[in-house]
């Protein structure tokens, strides 16, 4: 039987993201990191780094104090 694929996108305000990093260390599938840019504050924000893994699972936006991260499936 072949495993189906979740279709998840998540939604990232970058420029109201503080860097604090929380989503990436608490993402199960190790599919989020801190961007190497800055947003307009001057701060790495939040990049899916690999859209494949994600399933869409929300831990990342319970984590965010900051409300940044919506998902949807």
Do not use: W
Not at 6 to 22: E, F
Not at 47 to 63: H, L, N, Q, R, Y
């Amino acid at each position: 039987m072949e495993k189906l694929k979740t279709l998840a996108h998540l939604n990232i305000n970058k420029d109201r993201c503080k860097g604090c990093g929380y989503c990436v260390q608490f993402c199960p599938k190790g599919a989020l990191k801190m961007s190497e840019d800055l947003n307009s504050r001057g701060i790495h924000y939040l990049i899916v780094s690999d859209p494949d893994k994600c399933t869409g699972c929300g831990i990342c936006a319970i984590m965010c104090p900051d409300v940044c991260i919506e998902v949807y499936k």
